[in-house]
């Protein structure tokens, strides 16, 4: 039976795409309801693949995944496509209608909702990404990073409890990356539990409260984000370590099992070093 | 991916209910086709300009579309004169092939060139003014069976993203210093230019297979849904009245009746 308190559990999954390329081999995942989770793994490590599975797209050719309790089949298939909103990684691949409102609504009409229930939801995603101006541009006119928030808007308004992002990084500038971790932070906040594919292991460390490492199809880990300190994860998972971890690694500033991953923790460290060397001198 | 967006909405043109609209420039097309002579098919020509003017569809919109005819329209005029028998004009003597143009050839050519005028021009009124999405919408609402439309509508799509693609192509590969204008008999361009073809089907095929998958996944199943519902008012209605009267008045005209 399924555990109530994961958003997805995945258990021993097999994937072989037509033509013979094994892109996931007995993989098993979760990932806790409410959570932030991070999934990393090098290029061609069946990210892509697996997210696939959360909402239909593939159904398992061997192995089971669960959604929210459910399982994923052909007859759950249409439920879990309202409650799994996939974010692709190339926007011009999802935006396709004449405009980014006709855009935005295309997933609430496949819904079928009422007239008035699709233009509120539809106003309010648009405006949750800050891309309410757009909404009468024809999306192939926009910069990256407005088509980016558009292909967002297009999955918020239809409201699923679980949201994934593949590599949503990809091309966005300092800035546009920004807004994108803030508007993910704010649907968490709201009770969504957020997925993000990535190769990036400061954002994991940084943002994630969870994390997943594949890599050739299998699992290498999952846990807490100080999973990406360890020597053993980060090998196997064809991975590097996330720079502050690197820093006090390599600065020999610590030892043990405590490294910090993110920056506050970092910080915390060299302010106790320093009130430490004061005390001394 | 490329749709137009509408250009001077507000003007009577835009706001004219799309299945009127569809329905009215098709009775229009029908009966003033039928025409054979110069004079009704140039009326049937100056009444839809006219009818895009008063309507501000974009006149460098239309004049783009109908520069597609100069093309045709050039081989109509040209070959239509030796194909057609009848009082000899000039002849063409090329060592043992001889061919005379005629007089009737000619005629036939411009009547024929007229008449694509004339449908190029409606088929612009009609998309200049409308939007893909209503257009079909108003084609499913006229009883168009519905499989068909998803063909055209995947077939437009598939030709915006082919020439998204290309776009991209051409221009990395200039980006690298490639001149496709330089001479086609060069082997080397010959070569990247059937290279950059191949490509391109490759990468539309897997785009569009992308992009499918991501209609999927927001719940597609084959079936749109547009908010637009079309409710014509009395004056949808006498606008196609009208238009519908007068392709009819240039048939009658034609046949000599008016
Ligand atoms: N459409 C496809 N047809 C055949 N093989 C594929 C297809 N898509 C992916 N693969 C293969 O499946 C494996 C896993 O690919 P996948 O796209 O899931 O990896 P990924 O972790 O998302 O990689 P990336 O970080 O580069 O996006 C790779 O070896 C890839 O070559
Ligand atoms: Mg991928």
Not at chain 1, 67 to 92: A, C, I, N, W
Not at chain 2, 236 to 251: E, P, R
């Amino acid at each position: 039976m399924p555990y109530e308190k994961y958003a997805v559990e995945i258990k021993n999954l097999f994937y072989t795409y037509p033509g013979g390329v094994e892109a996931l081999k007995g993989l098993s995942v979760r990932v806790p309801l409410n959570s932030k989770t991070a999934l990393l793994g090098p290029n061609g490590a069946g990210k892509t693949t697996l997210i696939f599975h959360l909402n239909g797209i593939f159904l398992p050719q061997k192995g089971e995944v669960y959604v929210l309790g459910q399982e994923v089949s052909r007859k759950t298939e249409k439920e879990l496509k309202t409650k799994v909103g996939l974010v692709f990684q190339d926007p011009d691949d999802q935006l396709f209608a004449p405009t980014v409102w006709e855009d935005a609504a295309f997933g609430p009409l496949n819904m079928g909702l009422k007239r008035d229930e699709v233009e509120k939801r539809v106003e309010e995603a648009l405006k949750q990404v800050g891309a309410y101006e757009l909404k009468d541009r024809p999306p192939y006119m926009l910069s990256y990073g407005e088509k980016k928030r558009a292909a967002i808007a297009g999955v918020l308004a239809m409201d699923p409890e679980i949201i994934v992002l593949d590599e949503p990084w990809a091309f966005l500038d300092p800035l546009g990356q920004e807004q994108i971790g803030d508007i993910l932070t704010r649907l968490h906040e709201k009770g969504k539990t957020i997925i993000l594919a990535t190769h990036d292991v400061d954002f994991a460390a940084q943002w994630a409260d969870w994390v997943i490492v594949i890599r050739d199809g299998m699992l290498v880990a999952e846990g807490e984000p100080s999973l990406l300190t360890e020597e053993g994860v980060v090998f196997r998972g064809g991975l590097r370590y996330p720079l502050i971890t690197r820093l006090f690694k390599e600065a020999k500033l610590m030892e043990g099992d405590k490294l910090p991953y993110t920056l506050d923790q970092g910080i915390e460290i060299i302010r106790k070093l320093l009130e430490e060397g004061l005390r001394q001198n | 991916m490329g749709y137009k967006k509408k250009e001077g909405s507000g003007a009577f043109i835009f706001k004219w209910d799309p299945r009127v609209k569809i329905a009215a420039l098709f009775v229009y097309l029908v009966f003033s086709l039928q025409a054979e002579r110069i004079l009704p098919l140039l009326l049937s020509l100056g009444f839809v300009v006219l009818l895009a003017l008063l309507g501000r569809v974009s006149l460098w919109e239309f004049i783009r579309r109908l520069s597609l005819l100069i093309l045709f329209g050039g081989f109509l005029l040209i070959f239509y004169p030796f194909l057609v028998p009848g009082q000899e004009i000039f002849a063409v003597n090329l060592g043992p092939l001889g061919a005379d143009a005629s007089l009737e050839g000619f005629y036939r050519g411009v009547v024929l060139l007229l008449r694509l005028a004339v449908s190029l021009a409606v088929l612009t009124v009609l998309l200049v003014s409308t939007g893909p999405v209503n257009i079909f919408k108003a084609l499913e609402d006229l009883r168009v069976p519905g499989l068909f439309l998803r063909t055209a509508e995947f077939t437009l799509r598939y030709f915006y993203l082919c020439t998204d693609e290309l776009k991209t192509m051409i221009t990395a590969q200039k980006a690298r210093g490639f001149e496709p204008a330089k001479s086609l008999l060069n082997i080397f361009t010959m070569n990247t230019l059937s290279h950059l073809i191949g490509m391109l089907f490759l990468r539309t095929y897997k785009r569009g297979e992308r992009v499918y998958t991501a209609m999927l996944s927001r719940g597609y199943t084959g079936e749109f849904y547009t908010l637009s519902s079309f409710s014509p008012q009395i004056s949808d209605y006498l606008l196609g009245v009208l238009v519908s009267a007068a392709g009819i008045a240039i048939f009658l005209f034609d046949k000599g009746a008016v």
